[in-house]
């Protein structure tokens, strides 16, 4: 079982509180963020194996997020102040938060543990399919 990375490896990457900041920015108050349909938890991620696995699908989507965060601030005008902070979230940094990620999911990696991370990934994908799409 692989060591658990410390805690601030983790905490630069949250964005929730970001998404938040989107939504005011955008209009919406708290109450109404409040009543917004929650994704649900795809399974327990004991191991950390299981939790870079789950990560390694929104640390990816951060990478998307810069190339949408380019034509959403060129089309509507959206700074990270006013609407564009969850595609931003990283700011300049995005390439060594990446690298930083791949270097722990790579530690993490054998024979015995691929198996899980994988999983752990692919449920990831299905659940957010589900859940952006209305399916959960």
Not at 29 to 42: G, K, M, N, V, Y
């Amino acid at each position: 079982m692989a060591k658990a990375p410390d805690p601030e490896f983790f905490q630069r990457r949250c964005k929730a509180p970001l998404l938040v900041k989107d939504l005011q920015a955008l209009g919406l108050q708290s109450t109404d963020i409040e009543r917004l349909p929650a994704c649900h938890p795809l399974m327990p991620l004991g191991a950390p194996e299981a939790v870079l696995g789950s990560m390694y699908v929104v640390e990816g989507s951060t990478l998307g997020g810069a190339i949408i965060a380019r034509d959403v601030e060129r089309s509507l005008g959206l700074t990270a102040e006013t609407g564009c902070a969850y595609f931003r979230s990283y700011g300049r940094d995005i390439g060594p938060m990446w690298k930083s990620f791949g270097a722990m999911l790579l530690a993490a990696s054998s024979p015995e543990t691929d198996d899980l991370i994988i999983e752990a990934a692919s449920q990831t994908f299905n659940v957010m399919h589900d859940w952006l799409c209305g399916e959960s």
